[in-house]
């Protein structure tokens, strides 16, 4: 059974920095990606339907970071499958980062540094994954691609959040028990 590849790999207008998709978020927070319409009223950000035209790349990251972290091998397909593995690889250092005696304050307070921090893009020596990864074509582009996934960094970790302290002020048993944090091998077939 292969691994979950993104939904998003046949969408065709998008921006593409190196070989990674700047895909349209669902977010407030400010940066180059063009904002999706908000979730209608009475819908749950913990259950997005994939169908919906609110339904974003960091929903996708946070359905199939479990069953992909199962495989170990994951072949790209497209700049959309890139998007996926960097998201589902910050998610797992957030989850590192969720103690479980952590409050729901502690856990912010870790998670959205760990958002803002420095970090490395593609063609940065410490990217861990470069050879998945091509350079942005200039400094411009570098800059983009980087605000870019500072504003999918912070939107995942608001969206973690309210998914593992959704049940109260301590984190869920459930979801920190369930997490795996495998890494994969990558192969690029585009």
Request: hydrophobic share 40%.
């Amino acid at each position: 059974m292969p691994a979950y590849h993104s939904i998003f790999l046949q969408d065709r207008d998008v921006r593409v920095i190196g070989n990674t998709a700047l895909l349209p978020l669902r977010t407030r927070t400010r940066g180059p990606a063009y904002t999706l319409p908000p979730l209608p009223s009475g819908t749950s950000d913990l259950d997005v339907d994939p169908d919906s035209e609110s339904y974003d790349p960091l929903d996708e990251v946070l359905s199939l970071f479990r069953a992909n972290t199962f495989f170990r091998n994951f072949e790209i397909k497209g700049p959309a499958d890139r998007l996926l593995i960097y998201g589902i690889l910050f998610l797992s250092e957030c989850l590192g980062k969720i103690r479980g005696n952590m409050s729901a304050k502690e856990a912010e307070k870790a998670l959205l540094n760990a958002a803002l921090d420095h970090f490395a893009i593609p063609g940065d020596a410490s990217f861990p994954l470069n050879q998945a990864f091509e350079v942005p074509r200039d400094r411009q582009d570098a800059e983009t691609l980087r605000q870019y996934l500072s504003q999918v960094r912070q939107e995942l970790a608001v969206r973690l959040l309210a998914r593992v302290y959704a049940g109260g002020p301590t984190p869920s048993k459930v979801i920190l028990n369930n997490i795996d944090s495998r890494l994969f091998k990558f192969t690029n077939s585009s």
